[in-house]
């Protein structure tokens, strides 16, 4: 089975904070995505990544970065948090279809 | 542009009825198509998936969904619902190999 984690499931922080979000995939996958979820709004892409060091926008990319040093890890970086940050973070890992992990819930206060 | 679309935002059926979840894509070249799961705070599970070949396809739980290119549909249905199914359903389209398009969700209610 594939496998995608993520390093919190629930997460507090504090208004310009810096924050790191990981995810891990155990399938070899090339493909790795960020996706955060909000009520009404569904999933919207963040940042993606075809490969080691390469990295894509998504839709909504302002705010973020993101970082992909080994193949298996994928982070999303919150340069300064802002309460707008609060949502679902979901990491998904690629061949064809995607496979997504657990979610964070972040909240920034 | 290449869109997913799932006209239902609610639907509420009786445990035990049979339950047909709406999903079009953006017609054009034909898609991988997919559906999900997601149950209250967790990720999304793959239900089920088509890339060609046979247009009924069989997922988890019981799940099935069928592909009419004539319609640019990929319906998920179920023949009798089981309360743990109430969840968000997602459909979702890979387009050429680039980009993935997902529908915005439909929240099944199970009643008793």
């Known amino acids: 089975d594939v496998k995608v984690t993520q390093s919190s499931r629930y997460l507090v922080k504090r208004t310009g904070e810096k924050v790191f979000l990981e995810c891990v995939q155990d399938m070899d996958h090339e493909n790795m995505f960020w996706y955060r979820q909000d009520p009404g709004l569904g999933l919207r892409l963040i940042y993606f990544s075809y490969d080691v060091k390469m990295k894509e926008k998504g839709d909504i990319p302002e705010g973020y970065s993101v970082s992909r040093e080994k193949k298996e890890r994928f982070s999303l970086i919150l340069e300064s948090a802002s309460t707008n940050q609060t949502s679902m973070y979901l990491c998904a890992s690629s061949a064809y279809e995607q496979y997504f992990g657990p979610g964070t819930r972040l909240t920034v206060t | 542009a290449q869109s997913v679309t799932q006209p239902d935002i609610h639907i509420t059926v009786s445990e035990g009825a049979s339950l047909e979840l709406r999903c079009n894509y953006s017609?054009?070249?034909?898609?991988?198509l997919f559906w999900y799961v997601q149950s209250p705070g967790q990720g999304l599970q793959l239900l089920l998936k088509?890339?060609?070949?046979?247009?009924l396809v069989q997922g988890i739980k019981g799940f099935e969904a069928e592909f009419k290119r004539s319609q640019s549909s990929f319906n998920l249905r179920k023949p009798s619902v089981h309360w743990s199914d109430a969840a968000e359903y997602f459909c979702?389209?890979?387009?050429?190999?680039?980009?993935?398009?997902f529908g915005s969700g439909t929240k099944l209610n199970v009643k008793p």
């Open positions: 088509y890339f060609s070949g046979d247009t």
């Open positions: 979702a389209a890979f387009y050429n190999f680039n980009k993935f398009y």
């Open positions: 017609y054009g070249a034909t898609p991988y």
